[in-house]
């Protein structure tokens, strides 16, 4: 990777911890540019006409060029490496385990995270309120597939760490956060102690 690489980022962002972590892991340079998404910072017209049209963080800029979407820039930075199986099917599991990340974990369990501790439940819109417990249930569900899998091997795919261990520890290791009990998942909770293990591993901020 000759270009350099900067993220756009608010570093309290699960999503954006994704990256940041594979970076890490790889010991790629990664320089980061900070935005409060609090603040509304990425809706500015300056961002959306240079940075994300969609108005969202992480976008990793490669050189001049932008690539939104966590788990795509994740791809971006590990094609090659041992954090994509080479066995074709493996690889596809590894996808198949990002796409589950983005499809029925994040957008309960990340969302919870950011209602309760970000914004406060007392702050909540009616709507907002009215999703809170089916966002539970849906996210206690990803849970506890994430645990049955678990429950018989170390990582998500093969024998070592990939991208959908990368991309599923980011907002699991802070699901208490949103109110989620980890403890009647041991096999997530044996997993988030081994995550930590892997050479190079930055802790989220």
């Known amino acids: 990777m000759g270009e350099k690489l900067l993220l756009h980022e608010d570093p309290r962002s699960g999503n954006c911890y994704k990256i940041k972590l594979t970076a890490a892991l790889l010991s ?30 992480p976008v990793l800029q490669v050189g001049e060029r932008m690539l939104p979407e966590s788990n795509a820039a994740c791809w971006y930075l590990a ?5 994509i199986p080479d066995e074709p099917f493996d690889r596809a599991q590894m996808l198949r385990w ?16 950011f209602w309760c501790r970000f914004i406060g439940e007392s702050n909540l819109s009616q709507p907002q309120k009215a999703q809170m417990m089916p966002k539970r249930i849906a996210g206690q569900e990803a849970l506890a597939t994430m645990d049955r899998h678990l429950q018989e091997r170390e990582w998500f795919v093969g024998s070592a760490a990939s991208l959908a261990d990368i ?9 208490n956060e949103g109110g989620f009990d980890l403890a009647p998942y041991p096999a997530i909770k044996s997993w988030l102690e081994r ?11």
Do not use: W
């Open 167 to 175: 991309a599923l520890y980011a907002y699991t290791h802070v699901a």
């Open 98 to 113: 990002m796409f589950f990340e983005q499809y029925s974990h994040e957008p309960n369990i990340a969302t919870l995270r």
């Open 195 to 205: 995550v930590p293990s892997l050479p190079g591993f930055v802790e989220m901020a």
């Open 28 to 57: 790629v340079p990664l320089d980061t540019r900070r935005y409060d998404i609090m603040k509304g910072e990425t809706r500015t017209p300056e961002f959306l006409a240079g940075i994300n049209a969609h108005g969202r963080i």
């Open 79 to 83: 094609e090659g490496s041992a954090l």
